[in-house]
């Protein structure tokens, strides 16, 4: 038999060879690295036989794929752990997440934080220290039923893969054994940088009518170091929560009486006034036609898009004069009949249709997350209507206009291209692989890396997801590009060729920001509220030293008049308090420049100044600070600097 490198050369093996002996045929010190392996893209224990003529690739504790693997063998090992402690525990999931794993488990009693978690983890460092090898064994459906007689929840799971006809496969370690595809560490000696962090109840497999469980969740790395970074992060989360930070900067609110509608205070207003602003030149500067379609349009049109059949359950659904209308949870099927409202030429197209859309979607209460899960949401939508073979300009054009914008937040990001889901699509295959193909074509011949994310596309069409890590670390999706060849055959649309008939064109969802909503909560936990000047509530706060001083408040007050002259959005405390309380207070409502006004300044036309975070001031001419600041703010510059 042969394998593939990676490098693409070839290597022969006897027949009925593992992944471990592929390892052991490259190098011995592979072979003892090697965590699994990947073969023809997915995932293999070390033990199981390869096939012929695969491409063949070891991962180790450096590969991309290995922090999942270790997370998901954690959960595994917590698991153990809680057999040994409470035995009568019924295991239902266990994954590995992006930030660690969790453990579904129905416990006899209710779970204690502060009590059961430091003995779980207290237990899980014991097995870590017998260092229990951990073996796939691929099993019958009849051999697993034995295995998990007293598992209520794995015998639910192993009808259903029998069910698909999956074949089955356990993961023992010592005397725990679990229902599992793997892979998995070659021991548990090799997880020793874990930490438990809460519980959650839940519902077996997300289903209120189903039984309520405990989740425990937790995070494991490589080392003690990473895990001790990791810690520090969260704390600086703490610190940087926009939900805090949006409450003292009276960005927004949340009320009891509509939980996931957000309130925009004030200070909100004017941040959120300047994105849309933001957002209306870029629309205008590329050509976009900016519409508003209604909040509320007919069940017939949602059944057309298909929208009825996938989000229903998702959607706010009302009666007018008796026939069932519902409240946009989209805005493509708007946009759609904006363009069905004239007879389109080839000349016209592309035609790109922006909208700031407001849009409602039911979301369970236990997701609600102040703005990063709501209920309604505008979302900086376009669609774009144009023939087939002209896609590929439109994306590189695209691309630029998604570079430009997050590059001006700071953001750096990656592209992932979703694929037709397995069941939940409209639309031929062929025309599906169609699609595909021409996104694919478009980033490959713009060398452009992207990752595939299989079966995550829209019901409708692919897409390009935007990916981006913020400060803290966190992967954050914004931006999408969806191709869509089925909505504009379910509607008609049309437009006459050069040729003078009529053909269909496709359409492209997009959108930058996703929601301003998200988008708001990202960025102000990214600058943990200290805004670029152009977005800030407060770019400039005016302290006189002395209240009291006339010759002090009256410049003041002049600087006050000036500023606003030139639009900025300045304020004068001359509150009777100690200078001291007053800049600190600036600082916390994390003003761009504070500017102290004392006899000096007063009578010399200056102004000292400090940047928010600053240590040190400077004293300038007014005429020399307006410059710097108007700069500031004109060029959209990220940081402020002296």
Known sequence: MYIFLPDKSKMSLPDGSTALDACKAISISLSKEAICAKVNG????????????????????????????????????????IQHLYPTAQFAYGPATEEGFYYDVRFDHPLSENQDLPKIEQEMKKIVSENEKIVREDVSVEEAKKIFANQKYKLIHIDELSDKGASLSVYRQGDFVDLCLGPHMRSTGQIKAFKLMSTSSCYFKGDKNNDSLTRIYGTAFFSQK?????????????????KKIGREMGLFMISDYGPGFPFWLPNGMILRHELEEFWWKLMVDNDYKVVKTPQILSRELWETSGHWREYKKNMYITKIDGKPFAIKPMNCPGAILVYGNDIHSYRDLPLRIAELGLVHR????????????????????????????????????????????YSLFGLKYHIELSTRPLDKYVGKISTWNKAEDELKACLEENKIPYVINPGDGAFYGPKLDFKFKDSLNRVWQCGTIQLDMQLPHRFHLTYVDKDGEKKEPVMLHRAIFGSIERFVGIITENFKGSFPTWLAPEQVRILPVSPADEKQVSYSKELLATLKKHGVRAFLDDRNEKLNYRIHDSQTMKVSYTLVIGAKEAESDQVTYRIHKAKDTRTVSLKDFLHLLLQDIKEKKATRSY
Request: glycine share 2%; charged share 30%; net charge negative.
């Open 226 to 242: 990473d895990l001790e970074d990791y810690l520090h992060i969260l704390e600086e989360r703490k610190e940087s929560d926009h």
């Open 42 to 81: 997915d995932l293999f224990d070390l033990n199981e036989k390869l096939p012929d003529n695969c491409t063949f690739e070891a991962i180790t504790a450096k590969s991309p794929e290995a922090l999942e693997i270790l997370r998901h063998s954690a959960a595994h090992l917590m698991a153990q752990a």
């Open 362 to 405: 039911h979301e369970a209460s236990g997701a609600l997350n102040g703005l990063f899960r709501v209920r309604c949401f505008t979302q900086d939508d376009a669609h774009i209507f144009l023939p087939f073979d002209e896609i590929g300009n439109e994306i590189r054009r695209l691309l630029k206009i998604f570079d430009q914008v």
